[in-house]
């Protein structure tokens, strides 16, 4: 079993910046891909960046240019940078992780989420 943690969700004003971080911990041989969705009030839960063990990042078009996602392999933790953030970015964040565990099999887990709120 595994499991993620998400913290750094906060309450900020239009334009201004947080970090995110998700810490993986448990059965893990490895991490694949780890990445970052979001679910807003009333929406579906949508895809917001990924990045893969190599390093490579895609990023959603609607958070292109103001977030970066990074991760830490030793650490076993993936970061969201959110830089002049919008009203619309108002939402649940949630990260997952493609994990290969010890036996080689391979699970994508879940954290519980963390509000991230912008508001003046």
Same mark, same amino acid.
């Given at each position: 079993?595994?499991?993620?943690?998400?913290?750094?969700?906060?309450?900020?004003?239009?334009?201004?910046?947080? +970090?995110?971080?998700?810490?993986?911990? &448990?059965?893990?041989?490895?991490?694949?891909?780890?990445? #970052?969705? +979001?679910?807003?009030? &009333?929406k579906e839960r949508? #895809?917001?960046?990924?990045?893969?063990?190599?390093?490579?990042?895609?990023?959603?078009? $609607?958070?292109?240019? +103001?977030?970066i996602i990074s991760?830490?392999?030793?650490?076993?933790?993936?970061?969201?940078?959110m830089d002049s953030?919008? +009203?619309?970015?108002?939402?649940?964040?949630?990260?997952?992780?493609?994990?290969?565990?010890?036996?080689?099999?391979?699970?994508?887990? #879940?954290?519980?989420?963390?509000?991230?709120?912008? $508001?003046?």
């Open positions: 079993q595994v499991q993620l943690v998400e913290s750094g969700g906060d309450l900020v004003q239009p334009g201004g910046s947080l +970090r995110l971080s998700c810490a993986a911990s &448990g059965n893990i041989f490895s991490i694949n891909a780890m990445g #970052w969705y +979001r679910q807003a009030p &009333g949508e #895809w917001v960046a990924t990045i893969t063990s190599g390093g490579p990042a895609n990023y959603a078009d $609607s958070v292109k240019d +103001r977030f991760r830490d392999n030793i650490k076993n933790t993936v970061y969201l940078q953030l919008k +009203r619309e970015d108002t939402a649940v964040y949630y990260c997952n992780a493609d994990v290969t565990h010890i036996s080689r099999s391979r699970t994508t887990y #879940w954290g519980k989420g963390t509000l991230v709120t912008v $508001s003046s």
